[in-house]
């Protein structure tokens, strides 16, 4: 005698969840990395590292630099490490080298995952 076992997913109602879940978790996942590629900007006066601050949408999952010279530093030239040892060219694909798997796990988490 064979067990029958029948299983039913509602797609939808799990797409809304996990939808719901992470428009409520971008926010503090964006601030995370947000600060994390902080950990690289160059600093001379803070100008551009508290740019992000304000010019950032976190809840729609944008992270600005808003500066007149913010994207030409991105880019080139040799970032002064005197006032930040860190600081990188490319700020955020440094950052991304250094903590994705953390971001990784936090946004598995947001949306239900492991």
């Given at each position: 005698?064979?067990?029958?076992?029948?299983?039913?997913?509602?797609?939808?109602?799990?797409?809304?969840?996990v939808q719901s879940r992470w428009k409520?978790?971008?926010?503090?996942?964006?601030?995370?990395?947000?600060?994390?590629?902080?950990?690289?900007?160059?600093?001379?006066?803070?100008?551009?590292?508290?740019?992000?601050?304000?010019?950032?949408?976190?809840a729609d999952g944008l992270i600005i630099?808003?500066?007149?010279?913010?994207?030409?530093?991105?880019?080139?030239?040799?970032?002064?490490?005197?006032?930040?040892?860190?600081?990188?060219?490319?700020?955020?694909?440094?950052?991304?080298?250094?903590?994705?798997?953390?971001?990784?796990?936090?946004?598995?988490?947001?949306?239900?995952?492991?």
């Amino acid at each position: 005698m064979a067990n029958k076992i029948r299983v039913e997913v509602n797609s939808a109602q799990v797409a809304g969840r996990v939808q719901s879940r992470w428009k409520a978790g971008r926010y503090r996942l964006c601030a995370v990395i947000r600060d994390d590629c902080n950990e690289y900007v160059r600093i001379y006066k803070n100008t551009l590292r508290n740019s992000s601050l304000s010019a950032s949408r976190l809840a729609d999952g944008l992270i600005i630099w808003n500066t007149p010279y913010a994207r030409r530093v991105y880019y080139t030239g040799t970032p002064r490490t005197t006032v930040n040892p860190n600081a990188s060219l490319q700020w955020c694909e440094k950052a991304k080298d250094a903590h994705q798997k953390k971001w990784r796990k936090m946004a598995a988490e947001i949306v239900g995952g492991e």
